[in-house]
C-alpha cells in the first residue's frame, strides 16, 4: 500500500514532468481510467460470484446427500456387543442341554413308533412285498 507521504512525492513528480497546465488534464485521465477498473474489478467479481453460485448449490446438494449417506451407515452398522458380553452362563447351557435332549427324544419316540406299525390293521414293516413278487407281476421271471 502506498502511504501519504509517497502519494506526495508522485504528485510532485507529475507536476515537474507536466507542468501546471497540463496536470489537471492527466489527472482527470488517471481518475477516470481508475473508476473503469474499480468498475471492471466489481463487475467481474459479481460475474463470479454468481457463477460460483450455481457451482455451490449442487455441491451442498451433493454433501447433504453425502451426509445423510454417512449417517445411515453408521445406524447400519452400529454394533452394540453381544448380549452377554461375558459369554453364555451356566444357566444357559443347561437351557441348551434340555432342550437338545428334548428334540432327541421326540425323535426317539417318532422312530419307535414309526416301526411298530398299525395294531388294528396288523400292517407294519415285515407285511412289505417281496422284491421277487414285482418282477413277476411286471412279467420278468
Known amino acids: 500500500m502506498i502511504s501519504g507521504t509517497e502519494y506526495v512525492v508522485i504528485a510532485f513528480v507529475l507536476f515537474l514532468v507536466f507542468g501546471p497546465e497540463r496536470l489537471p488534464e492527466v489527472a482527470r485521465k488517471l481518475g477516470g481510467w481508475m473508476r ?7 463487475d467481474i467479481r459479481l460475474v463470479l460470484e454468481a457463477e460460483a453460485g450455481e457451482l455451490t448449490e449442487p455441491l451442498r446438494e451433493v454433501s447433504r446427500e453425502a451426509r445423510r449417506l454417512r449417517e445411515e451407515g453408521k445406524a447400519a452398522f452400529d454394533w452394540k456387543g453381544p448380549v452377554h458380553p461375558e459369554g453364555p452362563g451356566p444357566a444357559d447351557s443347561l437351557e441348551d442341554l434340555a432342550d437338545i435332549e428334548g428334540d432327541a427324544e421326540s425323535l426317539d419316540d417318532a422312530e419307535t413308533g414309526a416301526g411298530q406299525g398299525n395294531a388294528e390293521t396288523g400292517a407294519g414293516q415285515d407285511d412289505a412285498a417281496p422284491e421277487d413278487e414285482g418282477d413277476e407281476a411286471r412279467g420278468e421271471g
Open 36 to 42: 473503469d477498473m474499480r468498475r471492471a474489478a466489481s
